[in-house]
């Protein structure tokens, strides 16, 4: 602290000209208010230096347990398909209390596109100890089938309180549905839900506000299998092939979904990676936005069930040249406390991330630049990406994982290389970000090739930690490691089935003078889904406050927060006390239903 308080009186005696200098006469007197403003300002300066938490994270995977390797299927990409690496999830499958992780992975195929059995690799389920390690139980969860993974979304579609799990593929996806006694069953014929494309992106939400989880799944190119077996590396990018059309599943309430995508109005013609689904008008239903690739991307107005895509006219397709970019990630966030999700993208190499700010009635604006989440992204492939206050100081950060294509290239102009470093900014409170990932460690200095990335706190201790799939490498789990407090507080939703996880309901919190509004979700980032636990850190003088929840039925709960705490807040019936016990019948023969048909 004393190379603080120096620092900051050199800062201030050397750019401030209206300190008078030394007189003569009278040594180092200065005039009183000058000296009280003066001295102000260190003790200002010096307080704000108190507050900073430094990042620090250390990669775990090894140590914990948690090994896993990602194969698309050679020793270096040699064609589109093997450059999109995978999706991985933090998820409690089990229920309890502890976050458990799931990653995808690809494996060689075949000439045919199937994969070979003699050298097929599968996804990896890993059970959280829940004294820092985890145990792989992939083959004990009955998740076995090797495919050519690619994403994975995690909602529980059938609200009997237990998490389940799609996976999409280049190929059939699946559906598994948890049984809740650590086995998971393949679902996908009886569901209707394995879409044979080539999907990527995914995600549950309640498209028609009628209380079940529909199912949204981006579909990326059509994408021949005889250029997977090109035994030679092609410059082939996503323009040069087809567009494949995305999919919306409506959940029939009984374990089967039904293709509605042409009587919804979805369009054709992107090239969707990254879907996240919210409330971007505040009109009570759930829209969708999604990141495509070298097309523009879309933004789908939710007009009672029915979609409107506004992409162009809302000011988000295009960049500021009216170019669409290589969108690949997406996160959401209210970053300026007004109420409305602002949207995060993450594009190729020479092209500016960027930041929708929403300006309200369906417009964006890009603020990347002005609030800096450009740094050092010129150079840099961005993927998942996700804001959270990952040092607890009451402002939102953001991580950008990144990865170049191509590995056979040598670097390009201004250092554009295949492996990259990943990028941590934090925020302050003038609203800019300042990119920190050089003062987080020395697994933060590792340049990879970074796809996916889920997000949630898998030790308990109070902070988030990043779980990070590479592509054809070891998948890392980054533990925050800043220093353990209670600045901080988390809620968690328990919804009515089958809405369990109350996912798209909206969530104000109040701090003193600060608001921040929320809304629940897994899905976001890149091929994947995170803990949709809320977690806000605090600024000083902040210790409780209180929420309201607005539920997608329309049910609104209040209750009182605290620091260092996590609140449960569960959705109210709103029935009479007689017809408690009618009501339990009719949700149990519900579930009976589900099961009976899903047998």
Sequence with gaps: MRHVLTLSITIITSTFPWLPPKDPRVGVVYPPVKWLLFAWLVTALSACSQDEVSLRFTDVAETSGLQFRHNFGAEKPRNLLMTTGSGCALFDYDNDGWLDAFLVNATKLDESGLPLAEAATHHALFHNKGDGTFENVTKAAQITRATYGQGCAVADFDGDGFTDLYVTNFGPNQLYRNRGDGTFQDVTERSGTGDPRWSTGAVFFDHDNDGDLDLFVANYVKFPIEHHSWTEPKLRGPR?????????????????????????????????????????????????????????????????????????????????????????????????????????????????????????????????????????????????????????????????????????????????????????????????????????????????????????????????????????????????????????????????PPNINGIGAKVITRLGNRTVSSETRFAGAYLGSSDPTLHIGLRPGESEGSVEVTWPSGKTTTRKVRAGTLTLIEEPRYIALSNLENTSKKDEEAKAKVRDNLK
């Design 240 to 496: 040069f092939y087809d567009a494949e059309e995305d999919m919306l599943y409506r959940n029939n309430g009984d374990g089967t979904f039904t293709d509605v995508s042409s009587e919804v109005g979805l369009i054709s013609g992107g090239k969707g990676l990254a879907v996240v689904a919210a409330d971007f008008d505040n009109d009570g239903d759930q829209d969708l936005f999604i990141a495509n690739d070298r097309t523009p991307n879309f933004l789908y107005q939710n007009n009672d069930g029915q979609f409107t895509e506004i992409g162009l006219k809302a000011g988000i397709a295009v960049d500021q040249k009216g170019v669409d970019t290589a969108g690949m990630g997406v996160d959401i966030a209210d970053l300026n406390g007004d109420g409305k999700q602002d949207i995060y993208v993450t594009n190729f190499h020479y092209e500016l991330n960027n930041l929708y700010e929403n300006l309200g009635d369906l417009l964006f604006a890009d603020m990347a630049e002005a609030m800096c989440l450009d740094e050092n992204n010129w150079i840099s492939t961005g993927w998942a990406t996700r804001f959270v206050d990952f040092n607890n100081d009451g402002y939102l950060d953001c991580f950008v994982a990144n990865g170049g294509i191509w590995a056979y290239r040598k670097p390009l102009a201004y250092g554009v290389t295949y492996p990259q470093k990943n990028l941590i900014f934090v925020g302050n409170q003038e609203g800019c970000f300042k990119d920190v990932a050089g003062e987080c460690g020395k697994d933060f200095q590792k340049k990879l090739v970074s796809r996916g990335a889920a997000f949630g706190d898998y030790d308990n201790d109070g902070d988030i930690d990043i779980l990070v799939s590479n592509c054809g490498g070891p998948a890392q789990l980054l533990r925050n490691d800043i220093p353990v407090s209670d600045r901080w507080l988390r809620i968690r939703l328990k919804g009515q």
